[in-house]
């Protein structure tokens, strides 16, 4: 029998007391604000009067969670009744243990809806830390969709106090994860701890008394938890992440200045945070007295202003961009704590003649230097003139992807690896380790071509085996097969758009190719796929200060990590190429409005940082480039790379790893389709950046296994349920669940299948109508489950049905508006055929059924009467709040029920997903039925507060 909830609750209460925590009794609110008197007392040593604390209740409740998470790290100013003036700490940041800790259970907060919370850490009385449980062998996601519930619905209730929340912790017992109070957050960022080697700690006692502890838990909410400015949201670091802070931290503070291990490098696979990493480390940093500056040194211009934008938006004005050199020395020269730079302008800083009078004076001032992707320009002469210029310098490197003997370049005669230019690896956390942490996907990696011993799908007529001339590699007709692949499989890989592909190709010249062919069938209506490149437009000589300097404008020039084509193919760009890439610009201005150009170099890197846009808000479907976007682009929405192009070693990780950043369940790996023989070169970076055998763990596994899997599952299938009908004859909750995991498993697997070229339906055991009957009775399951008339909680409430594998997009409340505020945008023709459109949406998509008959009224009274589509959402939620709060009193009325005690009969469903049994039902009628129209009635009241609140509350 699973162990109940309650008993996993009050084990885990007697294990938080163990580790410090005083057990506090607290029912409710008026409780927990007169704790927190006495602790806010307590901790700050001092004795407050009722309207002092009046004050600071008036001083706490203010804002959203944003808000709160400031104050709470700010000190109160108090002017007290005899005049003298105090200051209050809400909580100790600088030294974390020295706080007050207690715990309690079950407090009551009654917002829109009675919620009743698990367990809750007090800090100094404030409620910083909620634990929500459930028992084991339930799914963890039902506990994080509670507290989304209770965020929507009690959180800012009255004083608003658990607004002041930092960290949730969700558990049943067997799995444990955590993550910030962010009301943006889905089930996906949600993490695993782990010990520094990488071993997860999920089971909930060992959890509790490695990360609650009460110290840990202080210092990752007093440290590792960033407060975004760009989206106002909190930001807790992952485990991996803590790790690599504390070790460059520990470095820092305890090896000689001129020790013999001072330096030292992080080694976190592509993809899992680094800038947030890193970010991290230098906030710290520039807190240390003894450091007279930390410089965060970046190898490409495009890469300053990223990393710049992306460090401002955890911290507003924590970093002012270097637009030139001269603006770089004025920052070493002034009071400015943190930098952010380039490694060209860095070098001219120290070795122009009119800079060296300014920046003399710091040559043995400790500076702590962060190089984010070590693994590219750091190993010629510019690394070892900025070590030699700054005699107390200490040097961290951040790479995805190490240089290693095996992966080196010659330079000199020698090859320089990243362990002889920093030293000690502090952290290491490799692609394998990111993928079972679900924090990466897995590749797909398909080889397209004419290979031996080989039927498919790909079985393109282009020679892959033994091309190893230019004159094969550029012939016409070889690119234009490959054109016409990329357009008939595109959408397949894409999932009809719902992403974006990028395609690399070895050098400019094939570039021009390609793009020249893709745009002419498109003026023959072969396609309508939206095609954007950006490529070097200027030649070498431009480059001055530094063998070392890799411009944006001068990328495609240079040869990528040692891994693209031989460097003597990169000629000198033509003029011809130079007009080429102006009439590919003059393209995209057609087609999104814009006016850039390549004639003059700022206008031509707004279309750079644009097209990154685009591509990030799928507004390009290709994005065709040589060298650039392959390294230090981030986009979630990106899941397929096609590759005519050389690769290996870290070029290749880094580049397939465009595509497989975590978005939501549909994407469930990155595509890489191959039209060059890359196979021994991705067995080979594999087996170097994790380990010869993780193969399996990174890439998908071939069709066939994916074909047989859904075989067995369907046989297996056919043993609960060997007909459609016999679906209906499930006897129990068990064996409906048995029934609904077994769908799942083969609609996950065949989410996996449908992005394959060598896809056919016929392929499948089963045929295509029985999955579709089956996919049925299925969704009938998901209805009936959100709508049971049982009176006990059904353990398919614990279900998650997956149902976005099944639409096409995850289509709710927040995907109409999203819609909605687009219909002011065109012609009259224009907004009725999207009214239409959404119409027909509403009508197909099951969670929006019951809100269909609302949504339309809005489109129909309420949208006309706005102006702006940023006034969409608020005038819809006014609307939503209107019609939820007249249909509540219609509900009372027609059933001739108390609305008050209606309203508590809704908050306690919402809390334990109980339907109101017989007795609660009778205390709200006001008339009561005869005897045999009891029971009828019941059911009927029943069915009208479930549909109450899937209409007005669920998926809003």
């Given at each position: 029998m699973p162990q109940p909830e309650a008993e996993l609750e009050n084990k885990l209460i007697d294990a938080l007391v163990k580790q410090g925590y005083s057990f506090v009794n607290i029912g409710n609110e008026t409780d927990l604000v007169a704790n927190l008197k006495t602790q806010i007392e307590k901790h700050n040593g001092v004795s407050l009067t009722q309207k002092e604390f009046g004050q600071v209740m008036v001083h706490l409740n203010k804002g959203n969670i944003w808000d709160r998470a400031k104050i709470?790290?700010?000190?109160?100013?108090?002017?007290?009744?005899?005049?003298?003036?105090?200051?209050?700490?809400?909580?100790?940041?600088?030294?974390?243990?020295?706080?007050?800790?207690?715990?309690?259970?079950?407090?009551?907060?009654?917002?829109?809806?009675?919620?009743?919370?698990?367990?809750?850490?007090?800090?100094?009385?404030?409620?910083?830390?909620?634990?929500?449980?459930?028992?084991?062998?339930?799914?963890?996601?039902?506990?994080?969709?509670?507290?989304?519930?209770?965020?929507?619905?009690?959180?800012?209730?009255?004083?608003?106090?658990?607004?002041?929340?930092?960290?949730?912790?969700?558990?049943?017992?067997?799995?444990?994860?955590?993550?910030?109070?962010?009301?943006?957050?889905?089930?996906?960022?949600?993490?695993?701890?782990?010990?520094?080697?990488?071993?997860?700690?999920?089971?909930?006692?060992?959890?509790?008394?490695?990360?609650?502890?009460?110290?840990?838990?202080?210092?990752?909410?007093?440290?590792?938890?960033?407060?975004?400015?760009?989206?106002?949201?909190?930001?807790?670091?992952?485990?991996?992440?803590?790790?690599?802070?504390?070790?460059?931290?520990?470095?820092?503070?305890?090896?000689?200045?001129?020790?013999?291990?001072?330096?030292?490098?992080?080694?976190?696979?592509?993809?899992?945070?680094?800038?947030?990493?890193?970010?991290?480390?230098?906030?710290?940093?520039?807190?240390?007295?003894?450091?007279?500056?930390?410089?965060?040194?970046?190898?490409?211009?495009?890469?300053?202003?990223?990393?710049?934008?992306?460090?401002?938006?955890?911290?507003?004005?924590?970093?002012?961009?270097?637009?030139?050199?001269?603006?770089l020395v004025e920052q070493f020269t002034n009071d400015t704590k943190l930098i952010v730079t380039t490694i060209q302008k860095l070098n001219t800083a120290i070795s122009k003649i009119r800079h060296l009078s300014q920046m003399e004076k710091l040559k043995d001032k400790r500076i702590v230097f962060i190089f984010d992707e070590c693994h590219r320009t750091q190993f010629g002469e510019t690394h070892a003139r900025i070590k030699s210029y700054f005699t107390n310098n200490q040097m961290f490197g951040f790479t995805g992807t190490p240089i290693f003997e095996q992966n080196a370049a010659s330079l000199d005669g020698r090859k320089r690896t990243t362990k002889e230019l920093f030293e000690e690896c502090l952290h290491k956390y490799v692609i394998t380790d990111a993928i079972k942490d679900e924090n990466v996907l897995k590749f797909s990696v398909e080889y397209v071509g004419r290979y031996r011993q080989k039927e498919s799908q790909n079985e393109l007529d282009i020679e892959v085996e033994g091309i190893d001339t230019q004159e094969l590699l550029e012939s016409p007709k070889r690119l234009e097969k490959i054109a016409d692949y990329i357009i008939v499989h595109h959408d397949q890989k894409t999932h009809s758009r719902a992403y974006t592909a990028m395609f690399c190709v070895g050098s400019v010249d094939i570039l021009t190719q390609y793009y020249d062919i893709f745009a002419k069938k498109k003026l023959e209506g072969k396609h309508n796929l939206r095609i954007a490149t950006v490529f070097s437009y200027v030649a070498n000589?431009?480059?001055?200060?530094?063998?070392?300097?890799?411009?944006?404008?001068?990328?495609?020039?240079?040869?990528?990590?040692?891994?693209?084509?031989?460097?003597?193919?990169?000629?000198?760009?033509?003029?011809?190429?130079?007009?080429?890439?102006?009439?590919?610009?003059?393209?995209?201005?057609?087609?999104?409005?814009?006016?850039?150009?390549?004639?003059?170099?700022?206008?031509?890197?707004?279309?750079?940082?644009?097209?990154s846009k685009r591509v990030k808000n799928k507004e390009i479907d290709i994005l065709l480039v040589v060298n650039m976007f392959l390294t230090g682009f981030d986009s979630k929405t990106l899941n397929t790379l096609f590759v005519d192009k050389n690769l290996k070693y870290h070029g290749l990780i880094q580049a397939f790893s465009r595509t497989n950043r975590i978005l939501d369940d549909k994407k469930s790996h990155g595509n890489i389709v191959c039209f060059r023989n890359l196979k021994n070169a991705t067995d080979d970076a594999i087996a170097l950046f994790s380990n010869k055998n993780a193969k399996e763990d990174i890439i998908l596994k071939p069709y066939g296994d994916y074909i047989s899997r859904f075989n067995e599952v369907y046989a297996e299938l056919l043993k609960i349920t060997p007909t459609v009908d016999s679906v209906n004859d499930l006897a129990s909750e068990d064996d409906i669940l048995e029934f609904v995991q077994k769908f799942r498993e083969l609609i996950r697997i065949k989410n996996t299948l449908s992005t394959f070229a060598d896809y056919e339906e016929q392929d499948l055991v089963m045929p295509s109508q029985d999955f579709e009957d089956y996919k049925s009775k299925y969704l009938d399951i998901h209805d009936r489950a959100k709508i049971s008339a049982k009176e006990k909680v059904s353990i398919l409430n614990d279900v998650d049905f997956e149902l976005e594998l099944i639409h096409r997009d995850e289509v709710n409340v927040a995907y109409i508006l999203m819609l909605l505020a687009k219909l002011n945008i065109g012609t009259t023709e224009d907004l009725e055929k999207k009214k239409r459109e959404i119409k027909e949406l509403l009508e197909g998509q099951i969670q929006l059924r019951s809100k269909k008959i609302l949504i339309e009224k809005f489109i129909n009274e309420n949208l006309p009467n706005i102006t702006e589509a940023d006034q969409v959402e608020g005038q819809f939620e006014e609307f939503w709040s209107l019609e939820r709060a007249n249909a509540l009193i219609t509900l009372s009325k027609a059933e001739n029920l108390d609305l008050t005690k209606l309203q508590e009969v809704i908050a306690e469903y919402l809390f334990s997903q109980k339907l109101p049994l017989v007795n609660e039902i009778r205390p709200m009628l006001t008339v009561m039925p005869g005897l045999k129209d009891r029971n009828t009635t019941f059911t009927r009241i029943k069915d009208k507060i479930l549909g109450f609140i899937e209409t007005f509350i669920e998926g809003v």
């Open positions: 709470l790290r700010d000190k109160m100013q108090l002017t007290k009744e005899d005049g003298t003036s105090v200051y209050l700490e809400f909580i100790n940041q600088e030294f974390w243990c020295q706080n007050q800790y207690q715990v309690c259970s079950q407090i009551k907060n009654e917002g829109d809806y009675k919620n009743r919370y698990d367990v809750t850490i007090l800090i100094n009385g404030l409620p910083l830390c909620q634990i929500e449980l459930k028992r084991r062998g339930l799914e963890l996601k039902e506990a994080f969709n509670q507290t989304h519930r209770y965020q929507r619905h009690s959180y800012s209730a009255n004083y608003g106090l658990f607004q002041y929340i930092q960290v949730f912790v969700i558990s049943n017992g067997v799995n444990t994860k955590y993550y910030s109070n962010n009301l943006k957050q889905n089930f996906k960022q949600t993490f695993y701890w782990s010990d520094k080697n990488n071993k997860l700690i999920t089971d909930l006692f060992a959890f509790t008394d490695d990360f609650l502890e009460p110290c840990h838990l202080s210092k990752m909410i007093t440290r590792y938890i960033v407060l975004s400015e760009k989206d106002s949201t909190l930001m807790v670091l992952r485990p991996y992440q803590y790790f690599a802070v504390e070790a460059i931290l520990d470095r820092v503070k305890n090896t000689p200045a001129n020790g013999p291990t001072k330096n030292g490098y992080i080694w976190h696979t592509t993809g899992s945070g680094k800038t947030l990493t890193s970010f991290k480390a230098s906030q710290i940093l520039v807190t240390n007295p003894n450091i007279h500056k930390v410089v965060f040194v970046v190898d490409r211009k495009d890469l300053d202003y990223q990393t710049t934008k992306e460090f401002n938006s955890f911290s507003d004005g924590s970093v002012d961009g270097t637009d030139n050199t001269q603006k000589e431009d480059v001055k200060d530094s063998n070392d300097n890799i411009e944006l404008d001068e990328l495609d020039n240079f040869d990528f990590n040692k891994v693209a084509e031989p460097e003597e193919k990169y000629q000198k760009l033509s003029l011809h190429n130079r007009d080429k890439l102006e009439k590919y610009i003059g393209d995209y201005n057609k087609m999104f409005g814009t006016k850039h150009t390549t004639k003059d170099s700022q206008s031509f890197y707004n279309y750079y940082n644009e097209i």
